[in-house]
T-cell receptor, first 113, second 114 residues
Framework: DADVTQTPRNRITKTGKRIMLECSQT?????MYWYRQDPGLGLRLIYY???????NKGEISDGYSVSRQAQAKFSLSLESAIPNQTALYFC????????????FGSGTRLTVV | AQSVTQLDSQVPVFEEAPVELRCNYS??????LFWYVQYPNQGLQLLLK??????LVKGINGFEAEFNKSQTSFHLRKPSVHISDTAEYFC????????????FGAGTRLFVKA
C-alpha cells in the first residue's frame, strides 16, 4: 500500500455540490497538508495541520474546509463546488522540522462542471 | 517571505545529452532548498535537498544540484538524461527556522527526445 493514499483518484461533480477528498497516511507523520496544482502555477497551499488539534489556513483557503479526524487522516471539503476549483489536489505529509521533505499522495483530479 | 522562480517552463533535450533546470529563490532568512519530480499521473517525490554544508548535493536517479548563495540559485543538473527522466520538476524553498510552509516554483517540464 502507498504511504499516502488519496481517494478518489478522479471525480467529476456539478457546480454547487459538496464534495470531500480524503487522505490517509501510514508514515506516522504529524504534519499534513493539502495543495492544489494548476498548470503554470505550481502547487499552492490550501490548509495544513500540525496535529489533530492544530489546523491552519494556507494561501488559498477560501471555499475550502478541512477536518483532521486522526493523526493519519486529513480530509478536504468543497462546501459548494465551483468550476474554478477544477484542479489536481495533493495531500502531503512530513515530519516535524523544516529540514524534512514531503511525502505526497498520487493526487485527486477534480473537475467541476 | 520566500519565493521561487523556475526560469524555464519547458526544456526539450535529446537522450544522453546533459541538462540543467534553473531555479532562483528569494528570502530574507536562511532557507532549505528542495527539488521534487512528478512523473505523469503521479504525485511529487523528493529528488534531493540542500540543508547545509557542501553546496553540491546529489540526489536520486543521477541528478545533482548546486546551491549558490550569492546568486540565490539552486540549479538542477544531470550529465546524461534518459527517456525515463521525462517529467515535471519543481524547485521548492522553506525557511530553516520556524519554517513550516514550503513554497513551490511553477515547475519545469523536461521532455527527453530519442
Amino acid at each position: 500500500d502507498a504511504d499516502v493514499t488519496q481517494t478518489p483518484r478522479n471525480r467529476i461533480t456539478k457546480t454547487g455540490k459538496r464534495i470531500m477528498l480524503e487522505c490517509s497516511q501510514t508514515k506516522g507523520h504529524d504534519r499534513m497538508y493539502w495543495y492544489r496544482q494548476d498548470p503554470g502555477l505550481g502547487l499552492r497551499l490550501i490548509y495544513y495541520s500540525f496535529d489533530v488539534k492544530d489546523i491552519n489556513k494556507g494561501e488559498i483557503s477560501d471555499g475550502y474546509s478541512v477536518s483532521r479526524q486522526a493523526q493519519a487522516k486529513f480530509s478536504l471539503s468543497l462546501e459548494s463546488a465551483i468550476p474554478n476549483q477544477t484542479a489536481l489536489y495533493f495531500c502531503a505529509t512530513s515530519r516535524t522540522g523544516a529540514n524534512y521533505g514531503y511525502t505526497f499522495g498520487s493526487g485527486t483530479r477534480l473537475t467541476v462542471v | 517571505a520566500q519565493s521561487v522562480t523556475q526560469l524555464d517552463s519547458q526544456v526539450p533535450v535529446f537522450e544522453e545529452a546533459p541538462v540543467e533546470l534553473r531555479c532562483n529563490y528569494s528570502s530574507s532568512v536562511s532557507v532549505y532548498l528542495f527539488w521534487y519530480v512528478q512523473y505523469p499521473n503521479q504525485g511529487l517525490q523528493l529528488l534531493l535537498k540542500y540543508l547545509s554544508g557542501s553546496t553540491l548535493v546529489k540526489g536520486i536517479n543521477g541528478f545533482e544540484a548546486e546551491f549558490n548563495k550569492s546568486q540565490t540559485s539552486f540549479h538542477l543538473r544531470k550529465p546524461s538524461v534518459h527517456i525515463s527522466d521525462t517529467a515535471e520538476y519543481f524547485c521548492a524553498v522553506r525557511a530553516n527556522t520556524g519554517g513550516f510552509k514550503t513554497i513551490f516554483g511553477a515547475g519545469t517540464r523536461l521532455f527527453v527526445k530519442a
